[in-house]
């Protein structure tokens, strides 16, 4: 079938092409997309190229991602006449991302940061004219276009969702282009990732869809309020404990949520077992949007509260005719909450209140 297949590449400018002012901090997510998506759907295209981290969140209806290209380099370059750590006090710093602006200024609060936008070699001729002292790049596009040597250095953060991978977009329906590219598409080799409510504490409350879960996993990362006995149930699979406890943190967020991107990457089955159910008041909601920024299948298997299981062992009604007729959860404090300076909580309005972590 290849054989016989014609290529006809036909170029469009998007309006992110067109308009090079306006910061990609206030553009709209299609902004480098939109007249080619337009093109697929009316049929002027059947394929669309795309570099796969400018892609939209949601894609039009009727289109699809037919293939996800291996990465080249998914790291953050810096490139400027000096060495990150030398470079001085309120520097002027090039970037277009919100999130590589967030991780400078976690580093450098001095700096000032200056909005860019341009190709590659636009960019780096804002540090010869002195706009900026630096910029900050994706590692991938120098490396693509053979100047690797003007990069300074490599930040030790991880970079932006699918950056330096390629994304095949075409027409919902199209199976014979969608099986056509599917053995370039690098999602046929991940795993996946299943979020496992381990119940309020007692094994016996795991649900059977958990437990087979656990029988058919590679790997299991676990919580601290977790159930020891239920590891039981996955002894053929790695057990890696990523438990939270006030001032003692096993693993951060940030660490756990990239170990189960590698897994699954790795191809592996990986079920992260929670305490309680995976979406109240835990970081499964943060857990789902990071893995599937990154096009890894996410499964949620619910758990038993203990917001609703304690009551219920001990008898105690949330909601009873003539008494109760709603209930509210709440958590005793914000995110990263000063301790020392607590936030008032806003009460909502309902029949019973249940709080989380309401002690200090």
């Not at 036909?10 to 308009?19: L, R, S, Y």
């Not at 939209?56 to 000096?82: M, N, Y």
């Amino acid at each position: 079938m290849a054989a016989c297949l014609t290529i006809k590449t036909i170029k469009f400018e998007t309006a992110g092409d067109k308009d090079k002012v306006t910061p990609l901090t206030s553009s709209r997510d299609d902004f480098f997309t939109d007249a080619i998506d337009r093109a697929l759907l009316k049929g002027k295209a059947d394929i669309a190229i795309h570099s796969a981290k400018d892609l939209p969140q949601d894609l039009h209806e009727g289109l699809k991602i037919f293939a996800l290209t291996q990465g080249l380099d998914d790291k953050d370059a810096w490139v400027s006449r000096v060495h990150w750590k030398d470079l001085p006090l309120k520097s002027r710093v090039g970037t277009s991302s919100v999130l590589r602006q967030k991780q400078i200024l976690q580093m450098r609060p001095d700096v000032t940061i200056v909005n860019i936008r341009g190709t590659i070699n636009e960019r780096l001729q804002l540090i010869k004219k002195g706009k900026v002292d630096g910029i900050v790049v994706a590692a991938c596009a120098l490396k693509r276009l053979k100047l690797d040597s003007e990069i300074k250095d490599i930040f030790p953060w991880e970079g932006m969702p699918l950056q330096g991978q390629l994304a095949v977009v075409g027409r919902q329906g199209d199976h014979e282009l969608e099986n056509l590219l599917s053995i370039i598409d690098v999602r046929r080799h991940y795993g996946k990732v299943t979020l496992v409510g381990a119940g309020p504490g007692d094994r016996e409350l795991m649900t059977l869809k958990g437990v087979k879960a656990l029988e058919a996993a590679d790997c299991v990362f676990y919580d601290y309020l977790v159930d020891a006995g239920l590891l039981e149930h996955a002894p053929q699979a790695e057990h890696i404990y990523a438990g939270k406890r006030k001032g003692e943190h096993s693993l951060s967020q940030e660490d756990l949520s990239r170990m189960l991107k590698e897994k699954a990457f790795a191809g592996k089955r990986v079920v992260r077992l929670k305490g309680g159910d995976p979406l109240i008041f835990g970081r499964g909601a943060d857990e789902i949007q990071y893995l599937r920024s990154y096009h890894i299948e996410v499964e949620i298997v619910p758990g038993i509260s203990s917001a609703t299981g304690i009551p219920s062992s001990l008898g105690i009604p949330l909601t009873a005719r003539g008494v109760s007729s709603s209930v509210a959860f709440l958590s005793g404090h914000e995110e990263d909450e000063d301790r020392g300076h607590p936030k008032p909580v806003a009460i909502p309005q309902a029949d019973t209140l249940v709080f989380f972590d309401g002690s200090d």
